[in-house]
């Protein structure tokens, strides 16, 4: 099959059927702080592991950025350890948290008001990270690039000189169409947006 565009690649997926059982946003607990911190974990480790860290904070403490700010940095990465790089994991949280508090004040304040450029002037935070914090914790219309998109793309005869390329590619398809998919996601750009990066890694997640 020839993919001439992200559009054409979206239908695609969507016949396959693979986020039937999934949560709206794909992502669990979409525009919870959980969500930035899932994404920061979820760095150079398996998603099953990053679930095995936040099952172990929320047994000790409610998720917020008030609450991580001030935890010890040793106990934080204790409960880490399963994402592994536990111990620059707990500093980046650390200070990010803390960084959102002193510049935002509140989370609330900063799903509404962060921007990209804040997100990757922040110690340990990539482009992946930030992308998928302003997608599923800010509810923002941007799209995740990731690995499994590269490879995915790649098969199809795309490669791209960097992530920003990527994303561009995969957004401009959307967006050239977005009359058509409009009742479909609601005329909702970022659900289109998030559940298409969630079509692509249960997809090739399924091919391993």
């Known amino acids: 099959m020839e993919i001439s565009s992200s559009y054409e690649l979206l239908l695609w997926l969507r016949e396959k059927g693979l986020l039937r059982d999934k949560p709206k946003y794909w992502w669990p607990n979409a525009f919870s702080f959980e969500v930035v911190i899932g994404a920061v974990l979820t760095q150079n480790t398996k998603w099953e592991n990053v679930k095995k860290s936040l099952k172990n904070l929320k047994k000790e403490i409610i998720i917020t950025p008030e609450n991580i700010a001030f935890l010890d940095y040793g106990y934080l990465a204790a409960l880490i350890k399963p994402s592994g790089f536990y111990n620059q994991k707990a500093k980046c949280l650390i200070l990010l948290s803390r960084n959102i508090l002193n510049d935002f004040g509140d989370f609330e304040n900063f799903r509404e008001n962060v921007n990209r450029e804040w997100l990757l002037g922040q110690k340990g935070v990539g482009f992946e990270t930030a992308d998928s ?76």
């Open 133 to 208: 914090i302003l997608c599923y914790a800010c509810g923002r219309d941007t799209m995740v690039v990731d690995s499994y998109t590269k490879r995915l793309l790649k098969k199809y005869g795309y490669e791209f000189e960097s992530y920003d390329e990527m994303k561009e590619w995969c957004e401009r398809g959307i967006e050239e169409h977005w009359e058509k998919l409009a009742k479909l996601y609601e005329n909702n750009l970022n659900l289109c947006f998030a559940r298409f990066h969630g079509k692509i890694v249960e997809f090739m997640k399924g091919k391993k």
